[in-house]
């Protein structure tokens, strides 16, 4: 079980890591990285959550991008942890995904979050040790953006069974997920694929796929890179809608089918 230590990470890791909560038996820890911010990271960690619960899953999202709100807003979640002597419950979304974001402990939403590094381990360590996930088929971890200390942090603290990395089509050019890719290495985290959000836009009224960037480059830059490409995610108005309202979980676009065979256990 990956939540034992048990896992594929290289020993100078592993003395970072710590076991979780005692009541907690995750099956499968799961990271979301992306080379930099604005390329649909915790959209993408959302819509994931949201395919593997449909599948009728047990799914926890541990949101440690925690500068930024998107998860709790993403799925329009205001209720707080709930603490007991056995320790941190998370709270549930609609569909029954557990999540814990540092935005769910804030007094008002829209504080600002003005952590450093090693500030935000220690909070993501927590989420790890100190919250009640229970029985989860899957724990996807939204990680800070880029390559820098903040998820390198977070790649040390958790046992991690892989990533999915998140790119747009302008970034797929850049270094910046190469870079990405040559950090996941080198902490020997298998890398479960990349995925290339906003590839193509759908028009709303006729549902015509439009190639804004051209054709899709992602499946070329993953084989060049040596590692499997998950699928493309067309930008489409009706997630962005349903991102701003926290609805994310009603979104019915194919991806959500495709993206259910991204993960197999
Ligand atoms: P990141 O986590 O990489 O910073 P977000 O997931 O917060 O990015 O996405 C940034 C914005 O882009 C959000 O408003 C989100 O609703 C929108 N967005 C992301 N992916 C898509 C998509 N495929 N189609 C439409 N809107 C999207």
Redesign the pocket.
């Known amino acids: 079980m990956a939540s034992q230590g048990d896992h594929g990470l290289g020993d100078s890791q592993t003395d970072f890591q710590v076991p979780p909560h005692e009541l907690s038996k995750i099956q499968h820890v799961v990271a979301v990285m992306?080379g930099k911010?604005?390329?649909?990271?915790?959209?993408?960690t959302a819509l994931l959550a949201t395919a593997l619960r449909r599948r009728g899953l047990a799914v926890g999202v541990l949101d440690a991008?925690i500068t930024?709100p998107?998860i709790p807003r993403l799925f329009g979640l205001h209720k707080r942890p709930e603490f007991t002597e056995f320790g941190m419950f998370p709270p549930l979304t609609d569909t029954g995904i557990k999540v814990m974001s540092l935005n769910l402990l804030l007094d008002a939403e829209d504080d600002p979050v003005i952590w450093r590094g090693p500030l935000i381990g220690g909070a993501v360590k927590q989420f790890w040790t100190d919250v009640v996930w229970g029985d989860l088929d899957y724990l996807l971890i939204?990680l800070p953006?880029g390559t820098g200390d903040s998820p390198l942090t977070v790649l040390q603290i958790l046992p991690l069974d892989g990533l999915v990395i998140?790119t747009s089509p302008q970034e797929l050019a850049n270094m910046v997920v190469k870079k990405a890719i040559k950090m996941a290495d080198k902490m020997e985290i298998p890398i479960i694929g990349l995925v290339e959000?906003?590839s193509y836009a759908i028009c709303p009224h006729c549902e015509e796929k439009w190639e804004l960037f051209g054709p899709s480059r992602g499946a070329g830059v993953a084989q060049d890179i040596g590692i499997p490409f998950l699928g493309t995610?067309?930008?489409?108005?009706r997630?962005?809608a349903l991102?701003?309202t926290g609805a994310v979980e009603e979104y019915n676009g194919e991806v959500i089918a495709r993206m259910q065979g991204w993960l197999n256990s």
């Open positions: 992306s911010g604005g390329v649909g990271k915790s959209s993408v991008d930024g998107s939204d953006p998140v959000n906003m995610i067309p930008l489409d108005p997630l962005t991102c701003d």
